[in-house]
């Protein structure tokens, strides 16, 4: 019983903080020899740490410490190894949370960068609409 609750509260925090799951397919079919070949599936699925974090950041932001959750996004923002799609995600996010409202220590110049890099380095991004949205709205 105790490894049942274990494992469905491990489950519970997985979902409950919205952590990202990239899942990953592959199609191969045995050969003669048993090594996978064109017709068989295998998945493999994989929990990102950095999408966990960007993910806890959001959860931080939600509940007002942006301090908090800019000082999780930081390294990763630093960082030019990260899936293009997450990138893109944690500048938007970050641009979000410099500019943001009720972000008692915005940095609107910090989060026009963020925004603007997103552009140059994603200019058909699914975000730019949004990043172009921000900048309007956000004092030079």
Known sequence: MKQWYGVATALFLVVSTGCGVHSQTQMSDF???????????????????E???LENARTLARSGDYPGAISLLEP??????LDAKLRQEILLTLGEMYGAPLNAQR???????????????????????RARKLLDAMPH
Do not use: M
């Open 76 to 81: 990763l923002h630093a960082r030019h190894d």
């Open 107 to 129: 940095d609107y110049a910090k989060g026009r960068a963020c925004l603007e890099e997103l552009l140059k380095d994603y200019p058909d991004s699914e975000h730019a609409d």
């Open 51 to 53: 999408t966990a974090q």
């Open 31 to 49: 050969d003669k020899e048993g090594r996978p070949g064109d017709n068989y599936s295998v998945q493999a699925t994989i929990v990102g740490k």
